[in-house]
């Protein structure tokens, strides 16, 4: 069974401090993991899809990277519009294509 | 851009009531999904549609139903409401890898 889990579950940041989120997965073979921002009572959005190991994405002050068993996502210089919650979800190679998801991380950035 | 499209935003329904729930998928893509979320919970899979067809199905409940029609949008059925399905409900699409979402129907029951 596909398993994703994330840490930690909360992130507290002051303005400009960096950091990382984790995400490590367990799935039969991994067709791609996705990364999504979630607001407050908001649809996920969609981030980055990263599908082999050694791949970094980069979008503003955020980078996703992969290895064969975990996905980071840092975050540079954060800034308080950067709080939410960050999902990240696998989705196997084999059989059903359903993306599986994570608790998510919940940062908060502090002015 | 076209985004996924779902309607009502919010919805209030009594227990045992029945709630319908839309979902409009961005255009040319095949594939739909539902997904309910708790509070505090990551988003669990109830079931999707490949071109039209139910492809596969997660933790839905035997009270709800959902069909994907000929225009491609679909519509999820809830009966006889509990308590417990006080959720966001979101549907995605996707045309390969990436699964976009909409920005969720909030059904609350009272």
């Known amino acids: 069974e596909d398993q994703v889990t994330q840490s930690p579950e909360a992130l507290r940041l002051q303005e400009g401090e960096s950091s990382s989120l984790n995400c490590s997965y367990t799935?039969?073979?991994?067709?791609?993991l996705f990364w999504y921002r979630q607001d407050p009572g908001k649809g996920p959005e969609f981030l980055f899809t990263l599908y082999s190991a050694g791949e970094e994405k980069e979008k503003e002050r955020l980078k996703a990277t992969l290895t064969k068993k975990e996905s980071f996502l840092h975050i540079t210089a954060p800034k308080p519009e950067d709080s939410a919650t960050y999902l990240c979800a696998v989705q196997a190679s084999g059989g059903s294509y359903i993306p599986t998801f994570g608790r998510g991380t919940s940062l908060i950035v502090h002015p | 851009a076209a985004g996924v499209i779902q309607s009502p935003r919010h919805l209030i329904k009594e227990k045992r009531e029945t709630a319908t729930l839309k979902c409009y998928p961005i255009p040319r893509h095949d594939t739909v999904y539902w997904y309910q979320q708790g509070p505090g919970q990551d988003p669990q899979f109830l079931i999707s549609f490949y071109e039209k067809m139910q492809s596969d199905k997660g933790s839905i409940p035997d009270r709800f139903s959902a069909q994907q029609f000929s225009d491609y949008h679909s519509e999820l059925n809830m009966s006889s409401l509990e308590l417990g399905d006080s959720a966001l409900y979101f549907c995605a699409s996707s045309l390969g890898l990436e699964a976009f979402f909409g920005q969720g129907t909030r059904l609350t029951v009272v």
């Open positions: 799935v039969s073979g991994l067709r791609g």
